[in-house]
């Protein structure tokens, strides 16, 4: 069964959109197996986003990033790279298809509510940043 890392990043906590963010997944039929309030620590931040480590954006997505909590997620089910992606939407919030979570709550790209792995093998490396393997909790979810 495939699994995505999942963020709500620091706008949303603030905005307090955590609970209804989660809602959206679960309702879905998503399965969640690890979350965590945390504030991301600098190091951790650029290792997670080292992809755009030359773009000019880099160090206001870093400062955004760890400017507060954000809430962590490990969410497991078929296709749960593609189907997270679909439901919060694209990049750029203004191109978000109403009903998406960045089409509903933001407007700006660089502060968009929700990071989600763009593929299987970014989720790896995310979760594995963010998670030991033992918070990963192994359970049955009967829908
Ligand atoms: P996320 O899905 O977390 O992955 C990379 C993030 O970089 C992205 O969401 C945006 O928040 C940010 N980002 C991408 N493109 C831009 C841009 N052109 N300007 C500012 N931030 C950006």
């Known amino acids: 069964m495939e699994r995505t890392y999942l963020m709500v990043k620091p706008d949303g906590v603030q905005r307090g959109l955590v609970g209804e963010i989660m809602s959206r997944f679960e309702k879905k039929g998503l399965k969640l197996v690890a979350a965590k309030l945390m504030v991301i620590p600098k190091e951790t931040a650029e290792k997670h986003y080292a992809e755009h480590k030359d773009k000019k954006f880099f160090p206001s997505l870093i400062s955004y990033i760890t400017s507060g ?7 497991e089910g078929e296709n749960a790279v593609q189907v997270c992606r679909n439901i919060m939407g694209k990049t750029n919030p203004q191109e978000s298809a109403p009903g998406t979570i960045r089409g509903d709550y933001c407007m700006v790209t660089g502060v968009n ?7 299987p093998e970014s989720a790896a490396r995310e979760i594995g940043i963010f998670f030991r393997p033992e918070d990963l909790v ?6």
């Open 138 to 143: 192994d359970y049955k979810r009967d829908s």
């Open 69 to 75: 909590p954000v809430f962590a997620m490990v969410w």
């Open 113 to 119: 509510i929700i990071h989600g792995s763009d593929s």
